[in-house]
C-alpha cells in the first residue's frame, strides 16, 4: 500500500520527542513521495514542520484509530511499533486505572503504587474455568491458564516474572501462588496451600531489603515449584534460590536498609525471650545504620516479627530452632560492632574485653580468645610448613563482614532448606507449575559483580522467551496451513557467548581468581587482550582502563571492574569457620555441615537438586577430578550452573510471562512517566515481541468476524453461501498487494496495517452512508418543513389579514366613542377641577380668617391677662409704699408724742411736790365728791342700762369679733401670702432668669431632641415597618410552620409507618440472615458428613475387612433427639453394648442435659395445653351463648360431644403412652450408666425405683386396654344414635303426614310430635346443663394446670441447684408421682365415660322402642289395596364397600423392601412420570399413619429414619440429575406437609375436611422428625441450586453477553492474539434461546413432580440471581463488553426474561428485582455520560450498582465505532465525588454463590387418603390398604 495512500491530510503521526518521548501530530496536507518535510500540527494546536531524514526518508509512525485504543492485548493494535505500544499502556494506566495489558503471551503488569480491590476471593472466582482471552487481562488469568495448561496437556508450567526493583514482581508471584493455593485446594488436611503461602513472609523478612525504588525489594532470585497430585490439587512445594545479595549484609548505601528480619529484631528487643540476645535500637548496631533510614513509613516491624515467627511455627520451625536463627542473626549484628585498633601497618588486634565481640562469642558458643586471634591472624600453608600471619586492620575489617556474609548466607540457605522440608510433598507429585520471582535488567552509575551476574541471566531468559515467541508464531502458521517466511529476530547468542564459552568474560575471571598474585586490573587487560575489536558486544571505554562495556539486549552497560575478584572469590578464612564449628550452639555446626556435603567430591544433595544461591552449589554434572583440583568453585561458576538448571527447567515446561513495570520513580500512585516505562519496555522484551509480531502477520480474523465486521464493504453480489470465498473476493478487491494478507484454514492473517487501512476504508464508507442518509433526510426534513411552514404562512396571512380588517373597523367605531368620551369626560374633568379649586378657595379663606381671628384673639387675650397682672402688680407695689410710710408716719408720731409726754410727766412732778397744790385739789373735792356721787347713781343706771346694752352688744360683739377675728387671720393670712407672694416673685424672678438660661439650653436641646425625634420617629416608622414586615413574615411562618407541623405529623406518621416498614424488613432480612447460616451450617454439615463417608469408605477400601458394628450417625440426627439412634445397618439392640462400651463416661452428661430439655419441654407442654384449654374454653362459653339463642332451631348433638371426650381421651393415652416410653428410656439409661452411689443395681433407691416404675406400667397396660374397650363400646353406640336424626327429617315427616289420611292418624301422630318436642327439650336441658358443668370442670382444670406449672418450675429451678445424681433421682420421683396422679385423673375420667355410657345406653333403648312401635302403627294404617296401587319401581341395592382409613399396613421385614422399591429405586423419568405428584410421600405417611395406629414407637422411628437416609443416599447416588433432586424435593416438602397436615395441631387444621381430621396422628407427636425433614429439605433445596447453577454457567455468559440477539447492533472489534469468544452464534455455541429453553425445561419438571409453587417461586428467584450475577460479574471484567451497543443487547435480553417470567406467572417470585443491578449497569452503558445533569442522573439511577461498580464501568466503556465517544476522566471523579457518601460495600464483584434462604411455607393437600391407589408399577404388593 503506498505511504501516500495513508499520509493523507487529517492522518495522524507520532513524532520523537525529549520529554514525553512521542507526541501526537496531525497532517496539514497530504504526503507526496519527493517532499522532505511534513506540515504537521501538534494537539496543544501549535504547527511545526518535520524534517524527514536524508538518508532512510523515513517516515514517522502513523496512529491507530481511536477505536482500537486501550485495547486488552497490543497485537491487536493495527499499527504495532513502539508509540502505539507505549500510548496504550498510558491510556489503561491513566485514564481506565487497569495495571494489566496482554501483549502477546506477555502480561504487562504496570505497579500501581496503591491498594487496589481486584485481588479478592471473589475475583478469584471469577477467573477459575475462564479462558485466558475471554477476560480482562489479569494475573490470575494468566494463572488459570497455566493450570488448565497443566491439566489438559499433562505438562508442567512456569510462570516467568521479571522487572526492576520496585516493580511489582513479588507481589505478582504472590497472587500467582495465592490463586493456585485458592483454586486447587489440598490434597491433604496439613493445609498444604497454607504453608505455601506462609513460605512468603520468612522469605520476605530474610530475603527482602528497603532500596531507594522500593520499601520491600527482593534481593535475591527465587523459583517455587508448587506440586500438584492427580487431581490437581496442591500435595508440597519446592524454592530455589538465586544469588542472595550478601554484601547487603554488611553495607547499606544512603536511604536504604538491611534485611527486613535485623529491624524486626530490633523492634522486638523489649520482648521477654530476647532479653538473651542483648538487642537494642537499629541505631546501635553499625550494620543496620548505615542507610540512615532505620524506619519504613506505615511498617510496623514488631507486628511483622510476630507475622514472621507464626509464619515459621506454621512450617514447623520449632521454637528452639526459631531462638537459635534469632541468636545467629543477633550474633551478626553484634559481630559488626567489632572494632580493631591498629598496632603497625601490617598488623591490628582487637582492644582487650570488647563487649561486642563478647556478646558474639557468648550467643555464638565458641571461645573468645580464638575469635578474638583469628579474626586479625590468618593462616598460610605452603607445600612444607604453615605460617600465621597477622593482617592489618583493613584486611580484619574485610574478613570480618565477610565472615558475617558467610553465616548470614549459610543462615539463608539452611531456612530455605527447612522451608523446603516443611513444603515436601508427602505423596507422589504428578505435575507443577513454577513461578520464577527474578530480577530484571539493571543499569545503574556504577556496575559491579551483582548486575553483571543479574544481566547475564537476563540475558538467558531473553533468548528463551525469543525462541518460545518465535515457536509459538511458527506454530499458529503451520497450525493454519499458509506459507511460512524466516522472521529475523534478535539474537543474543553471540552476547551469551561472550559471557559464558570458553575464554569468555566469566572463564577469564575463574582463571584470574586462581592466579596467586591475580588482580581486577590485569583481568581488565586479559579482557581487552581477548575481546577488544574482535566482538562487537565488547568495548572499552575511554577514560578508564578499569572497566569495560557489554552490549546487552536491553542496552549497553558499563562495568567497573574493581571488586570482581574478591566478589567472585567469595572469599572466607578457614579458620574462622573452624571456630564457628567447634560451637557449643547446636545450630551452628549445622550450617557448615550443609556447607561440607556440597564441597566434598562424593556427596549430593538428597532431593536431587542444588540449592541454587551465592553459596557453593554442586553442579548438575560434575567433571571427573575436579573436587581434587579446586578447593571451592567460584560464585561466577555455580551462578552459570544453577543457571543452566533453570533454563533445563524452564524448557522442559510450558512458560508464561508477566513483566513487571515500575511508572515512576517516587511511588506516585497512578502516574506514567513514559521515558522510564520506555526504558523497561525495551529491556524486558515487549517491544521485541512486537517486533516480532509486526514481522509477521500480527492482525488475525476468523472468516465469520470478518465478514460481520466489513459487511459494509461488501454489495449484495459479493455475498455468497460460503463465507470464506466471499471474505476472499472481497478482500482480493481492497487490498491489491496480497503479500499484505493471507488466508489460512480457519482465519485471515493481515501484515501491520492492513487492518487500520480496513477501518479507514470501512469508516470512509459509513461516513458516506452516514452523508447520504443525512442529506436525503435533512432535504426530506426540510422540505416537509417549507411546505408546512408556506402553509401556515397563507393561514397566518388569511388570518391576518382578516384580522387586521376587523382591528381597522374596531378602531373606527373606538375612535367615535373615544371623541364623545373625551368631550365629557374633557367636561367633567374641567368642571372638577373648578369646583375642587373654588372648594379648596373657600377652605383656604375660613381657615385662615379663622386663624387671623384666632390670632387677634390670642393677642387680646394675653393683653387683658398682661393688664390683670399689671393691675395687681401696681396694686401690691402701691400697698407695700403706702404700708411703709404709714409705718413711718406713726413712727414718728410715737416719738413724738413720747418727747411731749416725757415733758409733761417732769412738770407734773415738779407741781406734786409744792402744798398749795394739795390744797387747791381739796378745794372742789366734796363739790366733786357729790357730784360724783350723783354720777355714781346716774352712772350706775346707766351701767344697768348699758349693762343690759353690753350684754347685747357682747352677744353682737362676740358675733362681730369672730367676724374680726376672721378678717384678721384672712388678712393675716393674706399678709403672709402677700409675702410668700414678694418672696414669690423674687424667687420667681430668679426661676425665670434659671428658666431663660434653661429655655435657651432647651431651645438647643429641643433642637437636638427633635432631630433626634425626627430620626427616632423615622426610625421607628422604619422599625414598624419591619415589625410589620415581620409580623407579617412571622404570620406566613407561622403558617407555614402550622403547615410543616401538619405535614411534619404527616410525615411523622408517614416516616414511623416507613420505619415500621423498614423495621419490619430489617427484621426480615435479619430472619433471612439467620436463616441462611442456618442453611449455610446445614450445607457445611452434609459436606462434612459426605467427605466423612467418603474417608470411611476409603478406609474400608484400604483396611479391605468388613466391619458388622459399624454405625453412621445421620446428619438429620437433631439435638432434642438424644435418645434416638438413627442406624443404616444394624437394630437398636445390637448397637447398644457397642455404645455402652464406646461412651462409658460421656452418657452421664448426655442424660443429665436430656433430663434438663425433657422437664424444659414438659413445661412448654403444659403452656401450650394450658392455652388450649383456654381457648377451647372461651369457644363453649360461646358455643354456649349461641345455644341459648337457638335452643328451638339446633337439636342435641352429644355425638360431637362424644368425639370430643374421645379425642380428648385419645390425647391422655397418647401422652401416657410418650411418658412410659421415657421412663422406659431413662429406666435402660440408669441400667447403662455406672454411676456407684445412686443407681448401682444392687442400691435399695434402685430397687425402689424399679418397683414404682413396673406397677406404674402395669396399671398403664390395664388402663390402656380399658380405652381400647370403651372406644369400642362408643363407635357401636354412635351409629346405634345415628337413626334416631333421621326421626327429625324434615322431608319425612312432611311424607308421614300427608300419607295420614284420617284424623285419628293427624291425631295419634301430634300426640307423637309433643311427646317427641318435650323428650328433645329434656335433652336440650340436660345438654345445657352438662356443657354448664363441662365448663366448670374446665376451669377447675386451668386452675390445677397453672398450679401444676408454678409447681414445675419450682422443682425444675430446685433440680438445676442440685448435684447431677440428685437431680435424675428428685426427676424420676416427680415423674412417678405426676403419672400417678394422671392415672388417677384418668380413671376418675373413665368411670365418669361409663356412666355416661350406660345413661345413653338407656336412652337409646327407650328411642328404639318407640321408633318400633311407630313403624308398626304406620304399617298397620296402610291398606292393603293401597300397597297393590303402589307402583313398584326397580331399587337398585349398592354394593358396600370397605371403608378404607387411609393407612397401609406392611411387616417389619418389608421396611428395607419399602425403602429400596419407593425411594432407591423409583426412577423419576420412568415410573415416576404417570404418578400422582408427591405420591411416595404419601404412601410413606400412610405407612406413618398406620405405625401410628398400632402406638408402635420402633417401627414409626425405624420408617422415618430408613426413609431419611434412603432419600440421602439416593441423592448421593444421583444427586448430579436435576430430575432426581426436583423429585425428592417435592416429594420430601409434601412428606412435611403431611406431618403437619395430619399432626393434630389446629394451625395446621384449618384447611382439613373433616374426613382428614380424622386421620391425624393419635399417638406421637413427629414435631422433632418435622425439623429434621426440614433440614433434609434445605439441604436437597441447596443440591438443586448447585445442580442448576452447574446446567446453566456455561450459558449465561455467552447467552446474555456474547451472542448477538439482535443483529448487526454490535460491532466486532480486531482481537489480539488472546483470540475472544466470538459473539457470532456457532454451532455448539449458547444463545438466549438455550437459556429459556433450559429455564423451560426446569420449570416443567418442577411443575411436574409437584413441587409446591412457592418454592418453585424461590428456585426461579435463585435462577435468575445466578443469571443476573454471573453476567454483571463478567461484564465488569471484560473491557470488549462494556460499549453502548452491548448495553442495548443486554436490556433486549433481560426483557425476554421478563417475559418468560409473565409468561409463566411469576413476576412477582421476586426474580425480577435480582436482575435489577444488570439493568442499571445495561443502562448506565447507554445513557448520556457528559454533563453534571447527566452525572446526577447516572447517580440516581444506579441505586442498586456500587461506587466501586459504577466507576468500574465507566473505566471500562469502550466505543466500538469512531462514532462513539469515550468517557471523560473528568466526568468519572464527578461521579465519585457525588458518591462518596454512599454506604454500601466496596466489593467490586457480586456473590455468584450465595444462595438465598429457603423457606416452606405451609401447603396443605385436598386429596383424601382413602382414595390414594398404589399403582403396581412401583411393586408395592406386600403393602396392603386398611
Known sequence: MAASELYTKYARVWIPDPEEVWKSAELLKDYKPGDKVLQLRLEEGKDLEYCLDPKTKELPPLRNPDILVGENDLTALSYLHEPAVLHNLKVRFIDSKLIYTYCGIVLVAINPYEQLPIYGEDIINAYSGQNMGDMDPHIFAVAEEAYKQMARDERNQSIIVSGESGAGKTVSAKYAMRYFATVSGSASEANVEEKVLASNPIMESIGNAKTTRNDNSSRFGKYIEIGFDKRYRIIGANMRTYLLEKSRVVFQAEEERNYHIFYQLCASAALPEFKTLRLGNANYFHYTKQGGSPVIDGVDDAKEMMNTRQACTLLGISDSYQMGIFRILAGILHLGNVEFASRDSDSCTVPPKHEPLAIFCDLMGVEYEEMAHWLCHRKLATATETYIKPISKLHAINARDALAKHIYANLFNWIVDHVNKALHATVKQHSFIGVLDIYGFETFEINSFEQFCINYANEKLQQQFNMHVFKLEQEEYMKEQIPWTLIDFYDNQPCINLIEAKMGVLDLLDEECKMPKGSDDSWAQKLYNTHLNKCALFEKPRMSNKAFIIKHFADKVEYQCEGFLEKNKDTVYEEQIKVLKSSKFKLLPELFQDEEKVLSPTSATPSGRVPLSRTPIKPAKARPGQASKEHKKTVGHQFRNSLHLLMETLNATTPHYVRCIKPNDFKFPFTFDEKRAVQQLRACGVLETIRISAAGFPSRWTYQEFFSRYRVLMKQRDVLGDRKQTCKNVLEKLIQDKDKYQFGKTKIFFRAGQVAYLEKIRADKLRAACIRIQKTIRGWLMRKKYMRMRKAAITIQRHVRGYQARCYAKFLRRTRAAITIQKFQRMYVVRKRYRCMRDATIALQALLRG???????????REHKSVVIQKHVRGWLARRRYRRTLRAVVYLQCCYRRMMAKRELKKLKIEARSVERYKKLHIGLENKIMQLQRKIDEQNKEYKSLLEKMNSLEITYSTETEKLRSDVERLRMSEEEAKNATNRVISLQEEIAKLRKELHQTQSEKKSIEEWADKYKHETEQLVSELKEQNSLLKTEKEELNRRIHDQAKEITESMEKKLVEETKQLELDLNDERLRYQNLLNEFSRLEERYDDLKDEMNLMVSIPKPGHKRTDSTHSSNESEYTFSSEITEAEDLPLRMEQEPSEKKATLDMSLFLKLQKRVSELEQEKQSLQDELDRKEEQALRAKAKEEERPPMRGAELEYESLKRQELESENKKLKNELNELQKALTETRAPEVTAPGAPAYRVLLDQLTSVSEELEVRKEEVLILRSQLVSQKEAIQPKHTMTDATILLEDVQKMKDKGEIAQAYIGLKETNRLLESQL???????????????????????????????????????PEARIEASLQHEITRLTNENLDLMEQLEKQDKTVRKLKKQLKVFAK?????????????????????????????????????MLEYKKEDEQKLVKNLILELKPRGVAVNLIPGLPAYILFMCVRHADYLNDDQKV???????????????????????????????????????????????????????????????????????VLSDLAIQIYQQLVRVLENILQPMIVSGMLEHETIQGVSGVKPTGLRKRTSSIADEGTYTLDSIIRQLNSFHSVMCQHGMDPELIKQVVKQMFYIIGAVTLNNLLLRKDMCSWSKGMQIRYNVSQLEEWLRDKNLMNSGAKETLEPLIQAAQLLQVKKKTDEDAEAICSMCNALTTAQIVKVLNLYTPVNEFEERVLVSFIRTIQVRLRDRKDSPQLLMDAKHIFPVTFPFNPSSLALETIQIPASLGLGFISRV
Open 851 to 861: 386663624y387671623m381671628v384666632r390670632n387677634k384673639y390670642q393677642m387680646m387675650l
Open 1325 to 1363: 336441658q340436660s345438654q345445657k346443663k352438662s356443657h354448664e358443668n363441662e365448663l366448670e370442670s374446665l376451669r377447675g382444670e386451668i386452675q390445677s394446670l397453672k398450679e401444676e406449672n408454678n409447681r414445675q418450675q419450682q422443682l425444675l429451678a430446685q433440680n438445676l441447684q442440685l448435684p
Open 1501 to 1571: 422411628r425405624s420408617l422415618l429414619t430408613s426413609t431419611i437416609n434412603g432419600i440421602k443416599k439416593v441423592l448421593k447416588k444421583r444427586g448430579d440429575d436435576f430430575e432426581t433432586v426436583s423429585f425428592w424435593l417435592s416429594n420430601t416438602c409434601r412428606f412435611l406437609h403431611c406431618l403437619k397436615q395430619y399432626s393434630g395441631e389446629e394451625g395446621f387444621m384449618k384447611h382439613n375436611t373433616p374426613r382428614q381430621n380424622e386421620h391425624c396422628l393419635t399417638n406421637f407427636d413427629l414435631a422433632e422428625y418435622r425439623q
Open 1410 to 1446: 318407640k321408633i318400633g312401635e311407630l313403624e308398626v302403627g304406620q304399617m298397620e294404617n296402610i291398606s292393603p289395596g293401597q300397597i297393590i296401587d303402589e307402583p313398584i319401581r326397580p331399587v337398585n341395592i349398592p354394593r358396600k364397600e370397605k371403608d378404607f382409613q387411609g
